[in-house]
């Protein structure tokens, strides 16, 4: 279980810190509730405490993960299937799944796509999408800006 003041990633999300653990009542049912704090936007996000685990919630990574989730912004594209609904489940399923190495390189490949051929409408959403929340973790990481973290992100791309 996670305590006030911790700092989690919420796949789909971002990263941000855990404010407080309040009981609220959703559609006729109390549950308990993380209130998190996203440093970018300072967007309010209520994770249920009895799924964190179950969706992918996990502790924000360390400055060396971030390094290296820098580098492969920096590394080669992989290959990427033409098939647009087979690549767009793909992408998707590496974000959901809440590893910040892959959520790289979604991010990496699909800039890569956008400079030689654009994106379309779903997948240039699902790369502001995972830019989000790309940012939100350097940013909560390194104890730095939003636009410090854009600024780090972009020069590896």
């Known amino acids: 279980m996670f305590e ?3 700092k989690i990633v919420y796949p ?3 990263a941000g810190t855990i404010v407080s653990i309040e009981r609220e009542e959703v559609l006729g049912k109390k549950k308990e509730y993380y209130i998190m704090i996203m440093p970018i936007g300072e967007m309010r996000v209520m994770v249920p405490v009895d799924m964190a685990r179950e969706v ?3 502790e924000v990574s360390d400055n060396e993960r ?3 989730v820098l580098e492969i912004l920096s590394g080669s ?3 990427m299937s033409s098939n647009w609904n087979r690549r767009y489940r793909n992408n998707l399923d590496k974000i959901k799944g809440g590893d ?3 959520l790289a390189v979604v991010i990496k490949n ?3 796509m956008e400079n030689e051929k654009g994106l379309s409408t779903g997948e240039r959403k699902m790369l502001n999408n995972a830019m989000q929340i790309l940012l939100s973790e350097v940013a909560l990481v390194k104890e730095i800006k939003e636009e410090e973290a854009q600024k ?3 020069e590896r791309l």
């Open 4 to 6: 006030i003041g911790d």
């Open 152 to 154: 780090i992100i972009q």
């Open 100 to 102: 910040i190495c892959e």
């Open 110 to 112: 699909l800039v890569s």
């Open 66 to 68: 971030i390094d290296e």
């Open 56 to 58: 992918g919630v996990r």
């Open 77 to 79: 594209v992989d290959e």
């Open 12 to 14: 789909m999300h971002g």
